[in-house]
Structures are given as C-alpha cells and as structure tokens.
C-alpha cells in the first residue's frame, strides 16, 4: 500500500522547486573583444617603434637584438557584470617566419605601466622599425620622447601570465591559466591599472627566430589580434521561450 509521507505542504514544495528547477540556466558564451592599442619595440635603438604598423614583432633576429609586441585591451565594457569568466585567452595570426627557424615558446607578461601608440609605420615588412612619432613606445620609452621604462625593454610582471608554442604560420591561442584569470580581474576592478600584455621569447640560441604577427591595423578583422572571454551566464526563464 502507498504512503504519502510527504504530506500536502511537502507535495507543494516539491512542485514549487519542480516548477523553478527550468527557470533558471547557466551558459558558457564567448565574447571577442579587439585591442585598442599593439606596437612593437625594437632593441636596436631607443628611438623605433611601429605603432601605426600592421604587424607585430617578437622574438630574436639574426643580429640577436630582440623585438618585443606590446597589447592592450582597455575596452572591457561588453563583459555582462554577472559574468562567471571561464577562461581568458589572447588570439594572434602568425603572419611570417624565417623557413629554418623552428617552434619556439613566447610568453605573454602583464605590464606594469602606461604606454603609447602614435603614427609611426614601419610599412612592409616593418621588421626593423621606423623612427618613433611623439607619444610612441620604444625600447627605452614608454611614450616617445620623454617618459620611459623603469627597464629598458619594458616594465612587466616577472612572472608571466601563460605561454604557447609557435611555429608555421597560422591562428595560435595562449591558453587560459589563472594568472589570465586575475590579470582581466584586476583589469576590471581597477582600469588605470590596465596596461595589457607584452609578448617576450626567452631564447639565447639560436637567433634569427623572430615572428610576424599581424596587428590591429589589418585591414582584415579575421587576422586582428583577439582578446576571448569564455564565461558563464545565469539566464533566467519564463516559460514563454521556443523549444
């Protein structure tokens, strides 16, 4: 024989959480968010950058001087507020390498101070600078002509963020790590605090394995740099929605 223990206050409960249990569902969503300033700086001299260029350098050339690719994503503003994020990845397009240079580890630091970006462009293929406009990031600058590094090469957190292997030509993605996690947290908690990413290579031997990425300036957005947003969002419900 059947018991209902539950009684009639229970079998209302149970319906009422039944009937809220749909209501409510998380999903993860991806947003793409472009970069609102990249240059490169160059080792060379104290007075070149890129700013206005459309590619980006990193890595070492065949002199062993280095170059290094500086980005900032200071738009944060289409993260919902209720975002639960997920993971925090940053997107490039190798645009060139050397055909002997071999896969190498580059390494995204967060940096610890503002920059620039003004007009100078390197043109094609851009890999040895141009002369720094006012305002321009270089090697020894933080904004061209007077303000510079505490380091020269820039000042970043010792420590970096995440790093990815790069080799031939194509889309890599520097994975999500917790410190990609804290550095987009600190971003939005504190937006003077938002100085972006530098990507620096760590290789003495050998040289000439510098790569070419492509920057904001392309004139084609799939090839554009990318910060991804990867979070969950609770949606509610009303019962209204399609199937």
Not at 19 to 36: F, R
Not at 87 to 107: D, N, Q, Y
Not at 161 to 170: A, C, I
């Amino acid at each position: 024989m059947f018991c209902d223990r539950a009684g009639p206050l229970g079998r209302l409960i149970g319906a009422g959480l039944a009937l809220l249990a749909p209501l409510a569902e998380a999903q993860l969503l991806e947003l793409e968010i472009a970069p609102t300033a990249d240059t490169s700086i160059y080792q060379d001299a104290n007075d070149l950058s890129n700013g206005a260029g459309i590619y980006l350098f990193s890595g070492r050339i065949a002199n062993g001087l280095r170059r290094r690719a500086l980005l900032r994503f200071d738009d944060l503003s289409a993260i919902p507020d209720d975002a639960i994020i997920q993971e925090v990845v940053l997107r490039l397009t190798l645009s060139r390498k050397r055909e002997e240079a071999g896969p190498i580890t580059f390494f995204l630091h967060r940096l610890l101070a503002p920059w620039g970006e003004a007009n100078s462009d390197a043109g094609v293929p851009g890999g040895m600078g141009i002369a720094a406009d006012d305002g321009d990031a270089t090697w020894s600058h933080r904004f061209f002509p007077n303000d510079l590094w505490a380091e020269d090469g820039g000042d970043f957190d010792a420590e970096s963020s995440t790093s990815r292997l790069v080799d031939d030509v194509g889309d890599y993605e520097w994975p999500s790590t917790e410190r990609t996690l804290n550095d987009l947290a600190l971003w939005r908690a504190d937006p003077s605090a938002n100085h972006g990413w530098v990507v620096v290579d760590r290789l003495t031997a050998p040289l000439a394995h510098a790569r070419r990425f492509h920057a904001r300036e392309d004139s084609d957005p799939a090839l554009q740099p990318r910060l991804i947003i990867r979070y969950d969002q609770v949606l509610l419900r009303d019962g209204f929605e399609s199937p």
